[in-house]
């Protein structure tokens, strides 16, 4: 018969193991009250998808100050159902926010969104500084 002999004196790795069970990323996975985003990047703009599906495009509120950018949903809904001997009312109540720190490279003046098929989509244009430019060619006198 074999002992499983176990090394406690390592104490040092627990604090990985529990952030690997119970870290951000772990808990953001369990945490389904708050939406996945999507982030991208290309030359023009940034864009930022999130998948928030069974809201209303009014129950969305967009808005940025200083630079963060902050997504938020206060969502009521009421369910009615009467029969012969009772009435029954149900209430769900849906609601998040998320921030995002905007880089100063971006034009807040400029941010689009869309909601569609469950998804919000937010197009953050960069200042035109902030553009890739083409090499210029300098003369030399």
Not at 20 to 39: D, H, M, T
Not at 49 to 70: C, I, M, Q, S, Y
Not at 122 to 140: N, R
């Amino acid at each position: 018969m074999k002992t499983v002999l176990r090394n406690y004196d390592n104490l040092n790795s627990f604090p990985a193991l529990f952030n690997e069970f119970f870290g951000e990323p772990a808990l953001a996975k369990l945490n389904k009250s708050v939406p996945s985003a999507n982030i991208k990047e290309n030359e023009d703009n940034f864009g930022i998808e999130l998948v928030a599906p069974g809201f209303k495009k009014d129950a969305f509120k967009v808005e940025v100050h200083e630079r963060n950018l902050t997504i938020s949903v206060e969502d009521k809904t009421e369910t009615e159902e009467k029969t012969e001997t009772f009435l029954r009312k149900e209430y769900n109540f849906g609601s998040f926010s998320r921030s995002f720190r905007l880089p100063n490279t971006v034009d807040s003046d400029k941010i689009e969104a869309t909601y569609e098929d469950g998804v919000l989509h937010l197009t953050i244009p960069k200042k035109e500084e902030a553009k890739p430019k083409e090499p210029k060619l300098i003369s030399i006198n």
